[in-house]
């Protein structure tokens, strides 16, 4: 079945860092892929996605790259801020699949050191 | 703005309490959603509604009885609750089933439950 592998957590950076969370996955179709944001106390919330192999989704100065050869989705940001800390999860949704599902992965916390 | 609102934001009870989660989506999407989410456990899809449907139930003990009268409106009614069942209750709306770009979730801020 379908599948989302994401790297564990706890992630500590210092401000300004250079971020990358990896996430793989599997699906027998063409998936959407996502990425989600949970902010301390709120629920989750769409940072970017992508539909199609090839496409980048960008968005806060986040950017992903959907790579088909390699079933890849890598968030990626040039410069962390202390506000960027959160739980952050990377996800599929399969349009061949007969329910609206979205697969998610466990998530990776992230921590942004000032 | 999500755009999905869920009251009440804290919720304790007792075993043998009964109770209602509530869920509003103002985007005028078809499909809803309830999560779980439980501490270091992934998120676990429960109930998926399409057109005030049930579509999905992922095992779901049947102390958990979702309610759906319209696609704005999802209700998850809670009785004789575990001590395993405290987490973070999530709703979500899409624009529904086989809709084009209908994949997006959009989740409200969710429902934290604590049962003693």
């Known amino acids: 079945g379908d599948s989302v592998t994401q790297m564990e957590g706890p992630v500590t950076l210092s401000e300004e860092a250079f971020l990358t969370i990896n996430c793989t996955y599997t699906a027998t179709g063409y998936p959407s892929l996502f990425w989600y944001v949970q902010y301390p106390g709120e629920g989750l919330q769409l940072l970017l996605k992508?539909?199609?192999?090839?496409d980048k989704g960008s968005n806060k100065g986040f950017e992903a790259t959907y790579r088909k050869e390699t079933t890849s989705f890598h968030l990626e940001k040039g410069s962390v801020q202390v506000s960027d800390s959160a739980v952050y999860f990377c996800a599929l949704s399969d349009p061949d699949s007969s329910a609206s599902k979205i697969i998610f992965g466990s998530g990776t916390r992230l921590s942004i050191r000032p | 703005e999500t755009g999905v609102t869920q009251t009440p934001r804290h919720l304790v009870m007792g075993m043998t309490n009964k109770k209602s989660l509530k869920c509003e989506q103002h985007l005028g999407h078809n499909a809803m959603y309830w999560y779980k989410q439980s501490a270091k456990k992934p998120l676990e899809l429960m109930f998926v509604y399409n057109f005030k449907e049930q579509t999905e139930n992922n095992s779901v003990p049947s102390r958990f009885s979702p309610e759906c009268p319209n696609s704005s409106h999802l209700f998850l009614h809670l009785h004789t609750l575990q001590p395993e069942d405290s987490a973070l209750y999530l709703c979500?709306?899409?624009?529904?089933?086989?809709?084009?770009?209908?994949?997006?979730?959009?989740f409200g801020p969710g429902t934290r439950l604590l049962v003693l």
């Open positions: 979500a709306s899409s624009q529904g089933l086989w809709t084009s770009g209908g994949e997006t979730q959009y």
């Open positions: 992508a539909t199609k192999a090839d």
